[in-house]
């Protein structure tokens, strides 16, 4: 790896962090007890949402999911602006604090709607575009927040505050419907007070990371794209965009293992908790290991361990190994990749566009894995779930082929001109 | 800014502050800010001593039914002669969210306790006595018993079965009431619509009715936002569609005329109850106008008979009233069984009141 000027103008700019000592920096724990706390009010509601709406409500599903696509093309210009704000402004932490301010309020909106589905889209969109306005910016910070040589294990330790959340949230969620049946404004009240909270933990206890930006420096938004135009960081999300293009989504994974083992649909919810578990656990030492091994090995192995959990899914094994290593496998997948992808484009982005460049990687695979899921569902339809499977497995196959011989080039060329 | 511990402790006072307001708002709704929590508990008075229910099913026809009475009795099974509605006999502890009772069978849904989102099928023989149990995922929905007594159908909803983001599905499965064993799910059907082969991953199959010789079965099949009805060879697991747009069919006792709710509003979702004849493929409506969400049964072959709900908070607007089907679901509702003529003449009339699930059972 190469010590770009982006990477030298970081260093030693966490001075809570000296030496080797090895620490993850206060800023970066304060980020993930935000995320932690925000995702515990946020997973409550996925948790009870689709019970609310057709037994509270009576809303067709099938209404509410066509929306739900919809969004996905409008969060990913939210983001991009969001970012390009953040950046031009240097006001990271004000964006993220709107980010997570409109999340919070969305959750008052749900009981306020009613059955209204014009109403219930409008909610499920401000919690949407809070998310798409908070979480590059975040990431921003947390790479701003810490050491170069800690930048995977920072990502790996907030990825695994951030999962215990969502892991607290349906718990919380059964606690509250447990002690109140039937009352789901008091999840929806509950989830509001949990993510006002994160709100002020945001606000009091994480710091910004403010730049002067100096003169010269280009920040607007044709800036911004044209980070597209550094290799390194184009390679990198070029790459990312193309593996996520033949992942398949969570949802069809636990579909998959349903289909597969046949069985035991009482336990079907808790499938998500497996890999939910696994990736909390391995989140730190994998960004750990990424920091030491290099990120875009770790990278490229968490999308074998993808390609792993589609071999395993086809093999003929007993329905206990079928579960097990698929879970585990599909918990390393996201170990590997989710925080270790913001750790390594991190090198190649100059501080003053940080946001929009994580912003572009973001929105490059958030909008491929929207194709990755709309082609599984086509194929679905029409060769039913071994012939996705198998169109899958050969994508990742080509994908990863692609991808380690571009690797192999990059070091022959970087040998070349050393 | 301020110090740390200036922000530690300005924080930590608002934390406790927001956590006094959850925590106090779940106290509230719990202790019944609105409505008595849960089946089976809440309410007030001591509950009902249980009866002598052979007496009833033994003497001639009679209602099996859910008590909805929001008091100590709310989701206990009772009878009734159908001579004499208002006569209910308890049966001792049997509590259902939905009941099916036919041909000297019965099946009870009832949520199962436990983590996972389950419920509990239970078959009863003709004096309302558990003979089976399964345990079956999802939230309890609709429960039919074949005119023979020898099948049962279930379906539930069951959430995560879907790759839509917010996936939310029906399942339905036949029963084998004299083993108590699954004998297949609707998905394992091969269905053809005009004359050819029709299949996809978001197919749903919901609210089935059977055939007066126990061999057929239809249902209603849910793809891509547009509802079918199907009829099925049970034997052959093959099924043809017949029409469009009919949900939660019931199949009068001589086969001729099926009830559905219609759907006649999205936005909030609205269904009436509807009248299909199947030798003329016409449908018209009841007389019926109010919103209902409910799988009718059929009094005779001219009198169909469906729950709605009598409490007031489910009907205030905000569409609530189209969907007392949370009460499928174990929501505490109160409701009342009507019944009103097949051929879309007459009025309305009450034939239970604190009922649901009803069904006009004869001695097997």
């Not at chain 1, 919809?70 to 709107?98: E, F, I, M, N, P």
């Not at chain 2, 060879?233 to 569609?241: E, F, K, P, Q, S």
């Not at chain 2, 469906?306 to 929501?331: H, I, R």
Request: glycine residues 10%; charged residues 15%; positive net charge.
């Amino acid at each position: 790896m190469y010590l770009s000027s982006a990477r030298a103008r970081d260093a030693g700019l966490d001075r809570s962090v000296k030496g080797r000592g090895m620490r993850v920096p206060g800023n970066v724990v304060a980020l993930g007890s935000v995320s932690l706390i925000t995702d515990i009010s946020s997973e409550m509601i996925t948790a009870v949402l689709p019970v609310y709406l057709v037994f509270g409500l009576g809303v067709s599903l099938v209404s509410v999911g066509i929306v739900d696509g919809l969004y996905a093309g409008v969060t990913v210009l939210v983001s991009l602006l969001a970012a390009h704000v953040a950046d031009r402004t240097q006001r990271r932490k004000a964006v993220a604090a709107v980010g997570y301010g409109l999340s919070a309020v969305s959750k008052l909106g749900l009981p306020a709607v009613g059955a209204s589905l014009g109403g219930i889209a409008a909610v499920i969109g401000v919690d949407r575009t809070g998310k798409g306005l908070r979480t590059a910016p975040r990431d921003a910070l947390i790479s701003l927040s810490s050491p170069p040589d800690l930048l995977g294990r920072s990502f790996g330790v907030h990825r695994a505050m951030d999962t215990a959340g969502a892991l607290a949230g349906p718990i919380v969620a059964f606690f509250v419907l447990r002690a109140a049946p039937g009352a789901y404004d008091a999840v929806f009240v509950v989830s509001f007070c949990i993510a006002a909270m994160g709100l002020l933990v945001l606000l009091a206890f994480v710091r910004d990371r403010r730049d002067r930006i100096a003169a010269g420096v280009d920040v607007s938004l044709r800036a911004g794209l044209a980070l597209l135009r550094q290799r390194e960081f184009r390679t990198t999300t070029v790459q990312a965009t193309l593996l996520a293009t033949v992942t398949l989504s969570d949802a069809f994974v636990y579909l998959l293992l349903q289909h597969r083992l046949d069985v035991p649909l009482v336990w079907f919810p808790l499938l998500p908790l497996g890999t939910a578990s696994v990736y909390m656990v391995l989140a730190a030492p994998v960004g750990r290991l990424a920091d030491r091994w290099g990120r875009r090995r770790v990278f490229v192995a968490g999308n074998a361990a993808m390609l792993a959990v589609y071999v395993v899914l086809l093999a003929p094994l007993p329905a206990a190994a079928v579960l097990v290593l698929a879970l585990a496998l599909h918990g390393v997948y996201y170990a590997a990749t989710n925080g270790v992808l913001m750790a390594l484009v991190t090198p190649s982005l100059p501080a003053s566009l940080r946001t929009s460049g994580m912003a572009i990687v973001q929105s490059g695979t958030a909008a491929a894995s929207f194709v990755s899921s709309v082609a599984a569902g086509v194929l679905w339809s029409w060769r039913g779930a071994t012939f996705t499977l198998a169109v899958f497995v050969v994508g990742l196959t080509i994908a990863l082929a692609l991808v380690g011989t571009a690797a192999v080039g990059a070091r022959r060329r970087a040998t070349a001109s050393a | 800014m301020t110090s740390l511990h200036g922000r530690l402790v300005a924080v930590g006072a608002a934390l406790v502050l927001l956590l006094a307001v959850a925590v106090g708002y779940v106290v509230h709704a719990a202790a019944g800010g609105a409505q008595p929590a849960g089946h089976g508990s809440g309410g007030a008075g001591p509950a009902t001593a249980a009866g002598d229910v052979g007496a009833v099913t033994s003497t001639g026809p009679f209602y099996a039914f859910k008590s909805s009475r929001l008091d100590r009795d709310f989701g206990r099974v009772a009878v009734a002669p159908a001579s004499d509605p208002t006569r209910r006999v308890f049966t001792r502890d049997l509590r259902c969210t939905r009941l099916a009772m036919t041909g000297g069978r019965g099946l009870c849904l009832q949520p199962a306790p436990g983590v996972t989102v389950a419920i509990q099928a239970l078959v009863l023989d003709g004096n309302l006595a558990v003979t089976h149990r399964l345990t079956l995922p999802g939230y309890p929905s609709r429960a039919k018993v074949a005119p023979d007594g020898r099948l049962a159908a279930v379906t539930t909803f069951v959430s995560g079965d879907s790759y839509a983001s917010l996936g939310f599905s029906t399942r339905t499965s036949i029963i084998d009431a004299s083993t108590g064993a699954v004998l297949f799910d609707l998905e394992k059907l091969s269905v053809t619509k005009d004359g050819r082969p029709f299949h996809a991953s978001n197919f749903n199959f919901w609210g089935v009715t059977f055939t007066p010789d126990s061999r057929h079965l239809y249902a209603t099949l849910g793809s891509g936002g547009r509802t079918y009805l199907i009829r099925a060879d049970i034997a052959a697991r093959t099924a043809t569609v017949v029409t469009s747009g009919v949900e939660c069919p019931s199949l009068s006792p001589d086969g001729k005329l099926v009830a559905f709710k219609k759907k006649v509003s999205d936005d909030p979702v609205t269904w009436r109850l509807w009248i299909l004849d199947l030798a003329t493929g016409r449908e018209h409506a009841t007389t019926e106008t109010r919103p209902i969400d409910d799988q009718a049964s059929w009094l005779n072959d001219r009198t169909v008979m469906y729950g709605l709900a009598t409490d007031d908070s489910l009907s205030d607007g905000g569409g609530k009233a189209a969907n007392p089907s949370a009460v499928d679901a174990g929501a505490s509702v109160d409701t009342a069984m009507w019944a009103v003529a097949a051929d879309g003449t007459g009025t309305p009339r009450l034939v239970l009141d604190h009922a649901w699930s009803a069904q006009l059972a004869t001695t097997s």
